[in-house]
């Protein structure tokens, strides 16, 4: 936070009480403030970054820092889940301080900017797709921008998206506002993540990312990549890097090239890394390129093991490609983490049944696993209303881990927890589980940390504790604060 008063203050407002183990297993710093920050810095207007996710603040602390940091705009980030949350932030600061601009931004912000602005009252603003631009219009007095809508004599008046055409452009996120010694994975506790490519042309129907970002991949230098992972090394001891790009490996070249980029910078051995990825955007040069790089792991979506599931996602993967790419990650010394995803519209018993085998066969070291939730913008919201399914229409239930929002009769809340807890168990449970977490530890791809946490992590799989912690009724499973409704009236 800067001393004197900044033009704009950014909020990563504390979602990690309402969401649920994976973020508070890791945090990362809140990237997009950090790029809207950076934007806004090298146009000149001043601007300070709360994140109170990561300082822990309560409700209550981050109206009260916001409101003393005095900003003439402040800006909140949310996804579906924050949203609620976010607009009794904005709430409390214009109760403190009427004059202030406040302005939404994030994922559901860009998926339905009328309805949002015109249900959450305690905002005068709100920002749809990338901000950097029209923030800035924003913050500089700009009547109108593309993605920038706002409420005009009790209308809701606004237009299109906002687009970074040129990611190129872009100066490095503004991690000088961020408390980064906070950001800490299971991996490691000097942590940083980063950002090489933004869009994804694939169409996976529960997925938000095609409607925010767009499906056309724009890809920064690979050497300003590497130079950006050795500034953190350099200026912030960082030791580990989580790539968040959406699909990390879709062009082969370019990633050899960043490969290439990093050794140069002399960074494997120093910086360790990991990338998200589906598995037909690998072979094994590539692979191999990726390890010899300082990349220790892969994470894959495997969602469903069932063929007729991965169709109906759209997913454009086949089991094949899946089993091939789990066994040449592994050739190649990297670990590999799989994202599964349970309760989406149509499975049945046996689809899950089919999942469990074949997660068994691929054997990840670690695997993730969520249930299906219809995200506002994505095509498997439209599938659900078209198909007459039940889904539930309460914002903070769209936390993806612990809320049941798909109800189909064919799969019993009791089927679903079994099958969490038998996928963790087949994972955790076999018997090279922890021989090969041993073996990572001694050729150095596993800080002592971050073993004991991953064994802390299996064991706590496969409590009762996190097994099937989901919901069964309408009660919700957080124990933090009461529900919130829409602030519609707040101001
Ligand atoms: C990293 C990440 C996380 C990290 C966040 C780290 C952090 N501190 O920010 C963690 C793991 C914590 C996380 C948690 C969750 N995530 Co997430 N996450 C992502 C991921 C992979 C990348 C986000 C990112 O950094 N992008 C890069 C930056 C540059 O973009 P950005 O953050 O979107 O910011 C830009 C714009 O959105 C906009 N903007 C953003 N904020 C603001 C604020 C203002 C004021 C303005 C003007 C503009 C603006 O401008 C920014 C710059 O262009 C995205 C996928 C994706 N490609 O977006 C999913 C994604 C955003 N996550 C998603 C989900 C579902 C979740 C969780 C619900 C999952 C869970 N149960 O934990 C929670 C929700 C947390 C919450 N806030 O409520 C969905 C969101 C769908 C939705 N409608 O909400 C996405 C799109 C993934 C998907 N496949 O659908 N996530
Ligand atoms: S799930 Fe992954 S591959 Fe599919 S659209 Fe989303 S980001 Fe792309």
New binding site residues.
């Given amino acids: 936070m800067t001393h004197t008063t900044p033009e704009v203050l950014?909020i990563?407002?504390p979602?990690r009480a309402?969401?649920?183990r994976?973020?508070q297993a890791?945090l990362?710093?809140?990237?997009?403030?950090g790029?809207?920050a950076a934007s806004l810095e090298a146009a000149g207007v001043t601007v300070a970054i709360l994140d109170a996710?990561a300082l822990g603040l309560s409700f209550q602390e981050t109206v009260h820092r916001a409101t003393r940091v005095g900003a003439r705009v402040v800006?909140?980030?949310?996804?579906?889940?924050?949203v609620r949350l976010a607009g009794r932030i904005a709430c409390g600061i214009k109760a403190a301080r009427r004059s202030t601009v406040t302005?939404?931004?994030?994922?559901?912000a860009?998926?339905l900017p009328r309805e949002t602005l015109a249900e959450e009252g305690g905002f005068d603003a709100l920002?749809s797709?990338?901000?950097?631009a029209?923030?800035l219009a924003l913050a500089s007095g700009e009547a109108s921008a593309p993605g920038l809508y706002r409420h005009v004599n009790g209308k809701v008046r606004g237009h299109g998206l906002?687009h970074?055409a040129n990611v190129r452009a872009l100066p490095w996120p503004a991690r000088h506002l961020l408390p980064n010694h906070r950001y800490r994975t299971p991996d490691s506790s000097h942590f940083t993540?980063i950002?090489a490519q933004?869009g994804c042309p694939a169409a996976c129907t529960y997925?938000?990312?095609p409607a925010?970002?767009g499906r056309e991949v724009r890809r920064r230098e690979p050497e300003d990549v590497a130079a950006e992972m050795a500034a953190c090394h350099r200026d912030l001891g960082v030791r580990y890097v989580g790539f968040?790009d959406?699909t990390f490996t879709l062009d082969g070249l370019w990633v050899h090239a960043l490969c290439e980029a990093v050794r140069a910078e002399r960074l494997p051995g120093r910086v360790r890394w990991s990338c998200l990825t589906r598995a037909n955007a690998v072979d094994p040069p590539m692979l191999r390129a990726l390890r010899s790089a300082g990349c220790v792991r892969l994470e894959i979506g495997i969602e469903s093991g069932s063929a007729s599931v991965l169709h109906s996602l759209k997913k454009g993967v086949s089991l094949a490609s899946m089993r091939r790419a789990f066994r040449e990650a592994r050739t190649a010394g990297l670990s590999v983490l799989g994202f599964v995803m349970l309760n989406a519209p149509g499975e049945t018993p046996a689809d899950l049944e089919a999942t469990v085998e074949l997660v068994e066969s691929l054997a990840p070291d670690h695997v993730q696993v969520s249930l299906a939730?219809p995200?506002?913008?994505t095509a498997m919201r439209e599938e659900c209303v078209r198909r007459g399914i039940a889904i539930d229409s309460n914002w903070e239930r769209?936390?993806?881990?612990n809320d049941v929002v798909i109800r189909e009769p064919s799969r019993s809340l009791d089927l679903l927890r079994n099958t969490v807890s038998r996928l963790n168990r087949t994972v955790y449970l076999r018997p090279d589980w922890a021989l090969r977490q041993a073996t990572r530890l001694a050729t150095g791809d596993l800080e002592l940390g971050a073993f004991a946490s991953a064994a802390v992590r299996g064991a706590l799989a496969l409590s009762a504790a996190t097994l099937g912690r989901f919901d069964r009724s309408d009660r919700t499973s957080r124990p933090a604060e009461a529900p919130i409704g829409p602030t519609r009236d707040c101001v």
Avoid: K, M, W
């Fill in positions: 950014l990563n407002p979602f309402r969401t649920a994976i973020a890791s990362g710093p809140p990237l997009g403030l790029y809207l996710n800006g909140l980030s949310a996804a579906t889940p924050s302005v939404l931004g994030g994922p559901h860009t998926a920002v797709g990338e901000g950097e029209a923030l906002g970074v993540t950002i933004r997925c938000g990312v925010l970002v968040l959406d939730t995200y506002p913008g769209y936390s993806f881990l």
